[in-house]
C-alpha cells in the first residue's frame, strides 16, 4: 500500500467512525525505519495511524482510501468492522442522521415564520395567523409525519426531503 493512500478507521465513542491520514512529516522518516528493517511496513502502517489518530487506544484499523466509501454528512451512521470493508453503513442509523437533518433545516424556517406571524398579528390578518399557525404545526410534527422507512439505501434516504423543507435544505 501506498502511504499516500492508506487510512486508519477509527470507532469513535459517539458510535461512529474517524478517517485519519499519516502525517506527511513522518513518512519520510518511516521509510527510513523500514529500510534498516527496524520496522516492517505494517508495524510501520500502525505507528503511522496510531500517531496520527493521538488516541492510541481506541479500536482501528488500517485500509486503502479506495476501500472506504463514507459521506461524510452520514458519518454517525456507519459501523466499524474489524473484517471486511471497514465501514458499513447501518441504515437504521442513516436514518436517525436525516431525520436529526430535516429537523435542523426546519428550526432554520421556524424564525422567519414567527416573523411571518408577528406581522400578520400587527396588522390583524386572522387568516394569515390562521395560514401560518397551520404551516408552523405542520413542520413541528414532520419527525413524526414525514416516514424515512421506506429508504434502503443512502442514495434513497437522501432523496427524501419534505416538500415544506425543500427551499431551506
Known sequence: MLYSNIRGI??????GVGICKIFN???AEL???????????????????KESMCETDKRFRMCDVNDID??????????YSH?????K????KAREVHMTRIRKARDKKLP???????RAMESKNEKKMEELAKVKQALRDL????SLSRARTLDALKALIPDELKDVW
Not at 83 to 87: D, E, Q
Not at 112 to 118: G, S, V
Open 31 to 49: 521509510m527510513a525505519l523500514m529500510k534498516e528493517e527496524k520496522l516492517t511496513e505494517n508495524e510501520a502502517h500502525v505507528l503511522a495511524i
Open 89 to 92: 453503513l447501518n441504515i437504521a
Open 10 to 15: 477509527i470507532e469513535l465513542e459517539d458510535g
Open 70 to 79: 463514507i459521506d461524510p454528512l452520514y458519518r454517525k451512521a456507519y459501523d
Open 83 to 87: 473484517t471486511g470493508k471497514p465501514c
Open 25 to 27: 512529516s513522518r513518512i
Open 112 to 118: 422567519k415564520l414567527d416573523i411571518d406571524y408577528q
Open 143 to 146: 419527525p413524526d409525519t414525514f
